[in-house]
């Protein structure tokens, strides 16, 4: 799995290893499964370069019409939203 390396809670690394809530996804359903998987955080930029490249095979992330043209997107399993707050 693929992911950002600093985009809390989703993924983020912490103490040098990744975590987040979308390893603890991947971790589940590969467990579920029978495969063993592996973590590569980087900047998000890269993370979509190493997707293309088939160099990572899974990365969470929002659907997009546009992103529809290159990946595939599995059934939605969460719902996030953002907020921006001012003072």
Do not use: C, H
């Not at 912490?14 to 390893?23: A, E, L, Y």
């Amino acid at each position: 799995m693929g992911g950002d390396q600093n985009f809390p809670p989703s993924t983020f690394i912490k103490d040098d290893s990744p975590t987040g809530f979308q390893v603890d996804v991947i971790k589940a359903v590969a467990a579920a499964v029978g495969l063993d998987a592996q973590f590569k955080f980087t900047p998000w930029k890269e993370v979509l370069k190493k997707l293309r490249a088939g160099k990572i095979d899974v990365v969470a992330m929002s659907y997009s019409q546009e992103r529809e043209k290159f990946f595939d997107f599995s059934v939605q399993y969460a719902l996030n939203s953002f907020g921006l707050m001012v003072r």
